[in-house]
């Protein structure tokens, strides 16, 4: 059966990875909150990233800048002007849409006939616009073969008739452009504070501090800035879990080149951050890079590419690789009044850098995660579900349990080993269940490995070792048990990473 979204969102609440915000108080739409599992998946991926393109490289410089800045970073980005998106509201029940994802489809019959309209439909786009337009004229009986489904953008439909809202088919206000920035105000007395934005990307951080990391690190060119933290969108988002939140976590690097070793050097980012999901266990039919048509380009790139990943609802945006120009540089140079340059020594002359730059959505990666690692098996006695995460990933490594938990002596032993594992990687004790119980707890959770504990184990010293993936097991001495996980671990990162 094919993944849903509410599969991965149902996992995620009863295993305690994600969890909808302030739900005791009903909710917040579109934000949520990770749980033990889920911050920790979250913080591998984090540091699976950093450990890529800042520790293994030696051209990449750190930087944590704050989510406030002054308000003229924003007129300088063309945030203010530009940052909007066409949204029109509900004249009945006050829901607020956004036009670019409200449809309506016309339904013509095997022999051409005219079955009508369906609409309006709420889709991000195209394909399930039309998929939902199916779901709802058929109610899930089959499609006549030759049936013909066309959607087109509502807020272009020429019937008023079908400009309706989707929930509760009041009429719906014009189209009218919102910008997507969250204001607050500095200051104790809100009339006379200052207002500023909650950041939209974290990009501009590091842009406005540029000339202070290279002076004070001495860096030639090229040379990059990565940084990840919270941003901010008020967006008006359909139901897609953690795909588009309003408050998201952004890994980004600017890379700075010289002027004419830009187009070269996009290539290599475009490839490298490909690459970076395939060697985190992205299969590779679940992972595209689409560059974007000319048209399609914001008005400061010159060329960009998106790494896309095949979601449960089509193939979305993991990350954008841009080629930006010196487009940013040279607006906050214009904006402050101060110089942003670069002293190009060998040809004795100032540069504006170019710039290249990898932007990926931690929570979209968690996302893309969970759901390329998710699968169902049908064994002899039932089924089983199975993150197969990355080992790097996984937020336990391994698991330990006792067989019996009434037995002092193994629960002893079980947790001495657990604790002894904890020196070297994330390892956890449990026995809150029968073993099948305990063993299917952890294939769910994504843990690469459990161990048991026996009655054997007293005499023979050795614990038995299961595999998440293939359920085989090994036999091992206690004394080796830490050397024998860290080379399973290794072994699976080869098979994972390709
Ligand atoms: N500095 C460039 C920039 O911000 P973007 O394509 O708007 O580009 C980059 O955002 C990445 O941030 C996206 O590829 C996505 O992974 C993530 N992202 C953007 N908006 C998001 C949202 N509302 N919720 C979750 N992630 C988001």
């Known amino acids: 059966?094919?993944?849903?979204?509410?599969?991965?969102?149902?996992?995620?609440?009863?295993?305690?990875?994600?969890?909808?915000?302030?739900?005791?108080?009903?909710?917040?739409?579109?934000?949520?909150?990770?749980?033990?599992l889920g911050a920790a998946l979250k913080r591998n991926v984090k540091?699976?990233?950093?450990?890529?393109?800042?520790?293994?490289?030696?051209?990449?410089?750190?930087?944590?800048?704050?989510?406030?800045?002054?308000?003229?970073?924003?007129?300088?980005?063309?945030?203010?002007?530009?940052?909007?998106?066409?949204?029109?509201?509900?004249?009945?029940?006050?829901?607020?849409?956004?036009?670019?994802?409200?449809?309506?489809?016309?339904?013509?019959?095997?022999?051409?006939?005219?079955?009508?309209e369906v609409g309006p439909i709420q889709a991000p786009s195209l394909p399930e616009a039309l998929e939902s337009a199916r779901e709802k004229k058929f109610k899930k009986k089959p499609v006549p073969e030759g049936t013909k489904i066309e959607a087109r953008p509502l807020a272009e439909a020429t019937d008023s008739e079908n400009v309706r809202c989707?929930?509760?088919?009041?009429?719906?206000?014009?189209?009218?452009?919102?910008?997507?920035?969250?204001?607050?105000?500095?200051?104790?007395?809100?009339?006379?504070?200052?207002?500023?934005?909650?950041?939209?990307?974290?990009?501009q951080g590091i842009f406005a501090n540029f000339e202070n990391v290279l002076t004070t690190t001495r860096r030639k060119l090229p040379f990059g800035i990565a940084q990840i933290g919270k941003s901010f969108r008020n967006e008006v988002t359909?139901?897609?879990?953690?795909?588009?939140?309003?408050?998201?976590?952004?890994?980004?690097?600017?890379?700075f080149v010289m002027p004419g070793e830009d187009e070269a050097c996009y290539e290599q980012w475009r490839d490298e951050r490909f690459q970076w999901y395939l060697?985190?266990?992205?299969?590779?039919?679940?992972?595209?890079?689409?560059?974007?048509?000319?048209?399609?380009?914001?008005?400061?790139?010159?060329?960009?590419?998106?790494?896309?990943?095949?979601?449960?609802?089509?193939?979305?945006?993991?990350?954008?690789?841009?080629?930006?120009?010196?487009?940013d540089l040279r607006r906050h140079a214009e904006c402050s009044g101060k110089r942003i340059e670069y002293f190009d020594q060998e040809n004795d002359r100032h540069v504006v850098p170019y710039v290249i730059e990898p932007s990926g959505g931690v929570d979209r990666s968690v996302l893309a995660f969970l759901c390329n690692a998710f699968r169902e098996e049908q064994l002899k006695n039932g089924k089983r579900i199975v993150l197969g995460l990355h080992p790097d990933l996984a937020p336990i490594k391994a698991a330990v349990f006792p067989l019996l938990r009434n037995r002092p002596e193994l629960v002893e032993k079980a947790k001495a080993i657990a604790a002894d594992l904890r020196r070297h990687f994330p390892a956890r004790y449990d026995d809150t269940g029968a073993i099948g119980k305990l063993y299917r707890r952890q294939d769910e959770i994504g843990t690469p490995l459990a161990i048991t504990v026996d009655v054997d184990s007293l005499s023979d010293q050795r614990v038995t070792v299961r595999h998440r993936d293939t359920m085989e097991q090994d036999r091992v001495s206690i004394d080796q048990v830490a050397v024998f996980c860290k080379d399973k671990l290794a072994e699976m990162r080869r098979e994972m990473t390709g």
């Open 1 to 36: 059966m094919a993944l849903t979204i509410d599969t991965i969102t149902s996992l995620c609440k009863r295993r305690g990875f994600i969890f909808q915000s302030s739900e005791i108080y009903g909710g917040l739409a579109s934000t949520y909150d990770y749980g033990p």
């Open 166 to 203: 989707p929930e509760c088919g009041g009429a719906l206000t014009e189209a009218r452009e919102f910008n997507l920035m969250f204001r607050t105000t500095l200051g104790a007395v809100e009339a006379s504070g200052l207002e500023v934005y909650l950041r939209p990307e974290t990009a």
């Open 279 to 327: 060697s985190l266990g992205v299969r590779k039919e679940n992972l595209r890079l689409r560059d974007h048509e000319p048209e399609e380009l914001a008005h400061y790139a010159k060329r960009c590419a998106d790494v896309e990943f095949l979601f449960p609802f089509g193939w979305s945006e993991l990350e954008g690789i841009a080629n930006r120009t010196d487009y």
């Open 47 to 116: 540091d699976a990233w950093w450990r890529a393109v800042v520790e293994e490289r030696d051209d990449v410089e750190r930087l944590d800048a704050a989510i406030l800045m002054h308000p003229r970073v924003w007129e300088a980005s063309g945030h203010v002007e530009h940052f909007t998106e066409p949204l029109m509201d509900c004249k009945g029940c006050r829901k607020r849409f956004r036009a670019d994802y409200l449809w309506v489809a016309a339904v013509t019959g095997p022999e051409g006939q005219n079955w009508g």
């Open 238 to 255: 359909t139901k897609s879990f953690i795909f588009r939140t309003l408050e998201f976590e952004q890994m980004e690097i600017e890379y």
